[in-house]
C-alpha cells in the first residue's frame, strides 16, 4: 500500500480546498458575467427610465439593447446638429425603442412596452 496519498493529505489539509477554490473560480466569474449580461424588460423598469439619463444609466436599468441605431438625418431640424441613437429592445412579440439626443434620452423618447397593455 502507497501510504502517499493519506501522508500529502495530513501534511498539507488545505490543499484539497485550494484545489475546490481553483475549480470553482472560472464557474463563478462566469456566473457573474451572464448576471452582468441579463437584461431586466418590464414595465417597471421601463418606468425606471427617466428623460435626460445617459445610455449608460439606461443599460443599468434595462441591460443591453437587441440593436442599436444612429440616425442623424431623421431628427428635426432644431436637433439636426446633435446626435440622435436609438435603442430597440425585444421580448416577448412586444418592442421598445428608446430615442436619445446627444447622448441623453429624449423627453418623449420612450415607445413601446415590455407587456401586454
Known amino acids: 500500500m ?13 490543499m484539497h480546498l485550494m484545489h475546490r477554490v481553483l475549480f470553482l473560480t472560472p464557474l463563478l466569474a462566469a456566473a457573474l458575467i451572464l448576471a452582468a449580461c441579463s437584461r431586466n424588460l418590464s414595465d417597471a423598469n421601463l418606468r425606471a ?3 435626460e439619463m445617459s445610455a449608460k444609466e439606461v443599460e443599468s436599468i434595462l441591460g443591453q439593447p437587441d440593436r442599436i441605431e444612429t440616425a442623424p438625418e431623421e431628427a428635426e431640424e432644431v436637433v439636426r446638429q446633435l ?3 436609438r435603442y430597440l429592445y425585444q421580448q416577448n412579440g412586444r418592442d421598445v425603442e428608446l430615442t436619445f439626443i446627444n447622448g441623453r434620452l429624449a423627453p418623449d423618447g420612450i415607445k413601446g412596452s415590455f407587456e401586454n397593455e
Open 49 to 51: 427610465v427617466k428623460a
Open 2 to 14: 502507497d501510504p502517499t496519498p493519506r501522508n500529502h493529505r495530513k501534511r498539507h489539509p488545505h
Open 83 to 85: 446626435p440622435v441613437t
